[in-house]
RNA sequence: CGGGGUGUAGCUCAGUUUGGCAGAGCGCCUGGUUUGGGACCAGGAGGCCGUAGGUUCGAAUCCUAUCACCCCGACCA
C-alpha cells in the first residue's frame, strides 16, 4: 500500500480522550477513530492486524474440529425469555441493547449467542449419533457496558470470536474444553502473547469449570494470582490461598468490650488493643437479593465478593450501605460484630475466622470492641466456607509457595457450561432407549479486538507500537528518504515491486515528507521491520534495515534484505 | 445510577471570574530556502464558540433546559 494513499493520518499530539499509552497510539497512529462512548472505527490498519488474529483464531479452530458459521446479530426478546436471562441482562444489568422494530416487538442486539445456538442445535440434533458438535463464529458484538474503557479493551460494540460445543455427557464435554484448551493455547503462542491461562470464576453467565487466558501487562482490569513454586494460577475473583497459622492461646479469657474511639483500621486497632492483626475479625453487611448477609474474615484479609455470591447460590450481593448498617448495628459504621446482630441477619465466616482463641470482633456499639471472643461460647458457630480474597503473601493452597499477583488481560474465556441452556431450551439428545436427555455444553470466546489492543498494551516503547510480524497490519515499513531523486524513487518502486511479488506486505512511504517525519511515523505505526532508501543508501547500492525492537541499523544488499525478512517470516 | 469535569479552527488548548472586533501553538494551502529523526522565512484559508430558549443596546462569557464526551465510584461473560 502506498502511504500517499493510506487512510488514516498519524497524530503527533496525544489526544486527551487517550486512557492507556497503547490507546493513544492506536489513536495516534491512525489505527482507531471513536465514534462514540466505547463505539470505535477500525481504521485499515487496525482492520488488517484484526484479519490476521483472526485468521490464525479461525485456523486453530478449524484444525481443533471446530466449524465457522455466522448467526445473526439480532435476537428477538423471547429466546432469552426462554433461559431466563432476558430480565437480568436489560433490566438488571442493563448491558444488553434492545429496541422494539417496526412491528412493535422487542428485538436486541446480541452480546453473546448461546440462546441462538443451542435454539439452532435443537432442531438439527435427532439423535445422540448427531452428536458432538462444536461451531465457532467471528462476530461484532454488542453490550452497553457501565464504563467503556482504555479504547478496544472494553469496547460496548467489539469483535468476538465465540464457539459453542455439545456432547452426550461430561466426558464428552471434558474432551471438547480439552481440545478448546489447546487451541487456545497455540493461538496465544503464534500471536506471540506473555500470558497466563488461570482458573476463573464462571461469572453471571453460569456453568462449571473454566479458565481464562490472560495477557500480562499492567494496565490489565484484572488481578492474576500465581504461585511461585507450583502451577498454580487463578483469577483473583476465584483464587484460593492459605493463612499463616499462629500458636493459640491455651485458655479463654473472659470476653470484654474495650472503649478505642477513632480507630481506623485494623492496624491502629490492634495496636492499641496490644494484639496482633490477625486476632482481629471484619465483619461486613451484604444485602443479596434484599436478604441480609454478615461476611467475617480474618482482620489481615478482604472478603471477596464473588465468593460471597458464588456460596449464596449466585444472587445479586451488595455491600449494605451506611445508613442501613446504623440501623442494623446500633453503631457508626465500623464497629459491625457477629455479637448481637438482628435474627434476619445470616452470619457467615471465611474457614481462617475459626480456630483462634480469644479474637477480637466489632462490639456493634460506636467505638467499642469486644476482645476475648470465642465460638461456642459467646456465640455460635457460623456457617464457615472460603470467602477472603487471595493476596499476594499468602500461602499456595496447593504446595508451600507464596503467591504472587500480576495484572492481566483477559482475551480468552472456555466455559464448561453443562446443560443449563440445553435444558431451557429443551436441546436434547435422544438416546434410542426413550430417554431424552439434555445436551451437554461448552463456550468458548476470544475478544478479537481487545487482543488487538493488547498486542499493542503488550508491545510498545515510548515512540509506538512493536507488532508481532504474525499480526502486524504489514510486515515491511518501505521508507522513500528522497522522494524528489528520480533514481531514488526508481529505486523504491522497483524494491516495492519485488517485495510484494515475493509475497511481502509492505506499507510504503512515498510521500513527500522530510525524512524525520518518516521516522517517526514509522515507529509510531510499528511495522517489523523497515527499509530505508535515500540517495546516501543507493551510492552504496544497499538498503537500511532495521527491526522495530531493535535499536541499530545494518546496511544490507537486495539479497541480504529479503533472505532477513524470510527469516523473520518464518 | 451517584459525584465531578469538559464542549471555542483538523488536533491540543487560552479567552468565561468582571458581557464590548474570535485567539495561540501544531496541522493545512501558496511561494521561497532547506533536505537522514516532525527545519526555517513570508503570505493565506479555516470556527453559527455543542444545541435550544431567555436576560441585555450588545452574549463564547450571565440564566434555564437539553445533548454529547471524559474522569471517580458503584457495576461489569
Not at 79 to 106: N, P, V
Not at 191 to 216: C, K, P, T, W
Not at 451 to 467: F, K, L, S
Request: one cysteine or more; glycine letters at 8%.
Amino acid at each position: 500500500m502506498r502511504q500517499s494513499r493510506h487512510l488514516g493520518r498519524t497524530l503527533r499530539e496525544v489526544p486527551k480522550d487517550a486512557q492507556t499509552a497503547a490507546h493513544g497510539l492506536m489513536i495516534r497512529a491512525g489505527y482507531i477513530r471513536q465514534l462514540s462512548a466505547g463505539i470505535y472505527v477500525y481504521m485499515p490498519l487496525l482492520l488488517r492486524s484484526l484479519n490476521k488474529i483472526s485468521q490464525i483464531i479461525r485456523e486453530e479452530m478449524t484444525r481443533a474440529g471446530s466449524e465457522e458459521m455466522l448467526m445473526p446479530a439480532i435476537q428477538n426478546k423471547e429466546l432469552w425469555e426462554k433461559t431466563g436471562r432476558w430480565e437480568r441482562y436489560t433490566a438488571i444489568d442493563g448491558i444488553m441493547f434492545s429496541f422494539q422494530d417496526r412491528r412493535g416487538s422487542t428485538v436486541c442486539l446480541g452480546p453473546t449467542h448461546e440462546e441462538v445456538i443451542t435454539e439452532i442445535l435443537r432442531q438439527e440434533i435427532n439423535s445422540f449419533k448427531d452428536l458432538p458438535k462444536n461451531v465457532f463464529q467471528i462476530q461484532t458484538k454488542f453490550r452497553d457496558e457501565i464504563r467503556p474503557r482504555f479504547g478496544l479493551m472494553r469496547a460496548r460494540e467489539f469483535v468476538m470470536k465465540d464457539a459453542y460445543s455439545f456432547d452426550l455427557d461430561e466426558a464428552g464435554l471434558d474432551v471438547s474444553y480439552e481440545a478448546m484448551r489447546l487451541a487456545y493455547h497455540t493461538i496465544c503462542e503464534r500471536i506471540g502473547f506473555h500470558y497466563r491461562a488461570v482458573e476463573a470464576d464462571s461469572g453471571a453467565i453460569g456453568g462449571s469449570g473454566s479458565q481464562e487466558f490472560m495477557v500480562l501487562a499492567d494496565t490489565g482490569e484484572d488481578t492474576i494470582i500465581y504461585c511461585d513454586q507450583c502451577q498454580y494460577a487463578a483469577n483473583q475473583e476465584r483464587a484460593a490461598s492459605r493463612l499463616e497459622q499462629f500458636t493459640q492461646d491455651t485458655e479463654e479469657r473472659p470476653m470484654e468490650a474495650v472503649l478505642g474511639e477513632g480507630l481506623i483500621g485494623v492496624e491502629p486497632l490492634a495496636e492499641f488493643l496490644g494484639i496482633p492483626v490477625w486476632k482481629t475479625t471484619k465483619t461486613l453487611l451484604f444485602e443479596a437479593d434484599g436478604n441480609l448477609v454478615a461476611v467475617m474474615v480474618r482482620g489481615d484479609c478482604d472478603v471477596n465478593e464473588i465468593k460471597v455470591a458464588n456460596f449464596l447460590g449466585g444472587a445479586d450481593v451488595k455491600l449494605t450501605a451506611p445508613e442501613r448498617i446504623k440501623e442494623l448495628t446500633g453503631a457508626a459504621v465500623g464497629y459491625a460484630g457477629p455479637i448481637g446482630l438482628p435474627d434476619n441477619v445470616r452470619i457467615i465466616a471465611d474457614f481462617d475466622v475459626d480456630h483462634r482463641v480469644n479474637f477480637e470482633c466489632g462490639a456493634n456499639q460506636t467505638n467499642y470492641h469486644n476482645i476475648n471472643v470465642n465460638f461456642g461460647r459467646d456465640l455460635p458457630l457460623p456457617e464457615f466456607s472460603d470467602f477472603k480474597l487471595a493476596q499476594a503473601g499468602h500461602q499456595c493452597p496447593h504446595c508451600d509457595g507464596t503467591l504472587q499477583a500480576q495484572r492481566g488481560i483477559e482475551v480468552g474465556h472456555i466455559f464448561k457450561l453443562g446443560t443449563k441452556y440445553s435444558e431451557a431450551l429443551k436441546c436434547v439428545a435422544p438416546d434410542g432407549q426413550g430417554q431424552q436427555p439434555p445436551v451437554v455444553m461448552g463456550c468458548y470466546g476470544i475478544g478479537v479486538s481487545r487482543m488487538a489492543a493488547a498486542c499493542v498494551e503488550q508491545n510498545h516503547d515510548d515512540r509506538g507500537m512493536i507488532w508481532p510480524i504474525h499480526v502486524a497490519p504489514y510486515h515491511v515499513h518501505l521508507l522513500c528518504l528522497t522522494p524528489k531523486d528520480e533514481a531514488v524513487v526508481a529505486r523504491c518502486d522497483a524494491l516495492y515491486q519485488t517485495l510484494q511479488d515475493a509475497g511481502v506486505e509492505v506499507l510504503y512511504d512515498d510521500r513527500t515528507a522530510r525524512p524525520g517525519e518518516k521516522f517517526s511515523d514509522a515507529d509510531l505505526i510499528g511495522l517489523p521491520i523497515r527499509l530505508a532508501i535515500s540517495k546516501r543508501t543507493l551510492e552504496q547500492d544497499c538498503i537500511e534495515v532495521k527491526l522495530r525492537k531493535d535499536a541499530d541499523n545494518q546496511m544490507l544488499s537486495q539479497e541480504q534484505t529479503l533472505a532477513l525478512i524470510q527469516e523473520q517470516l518464518g
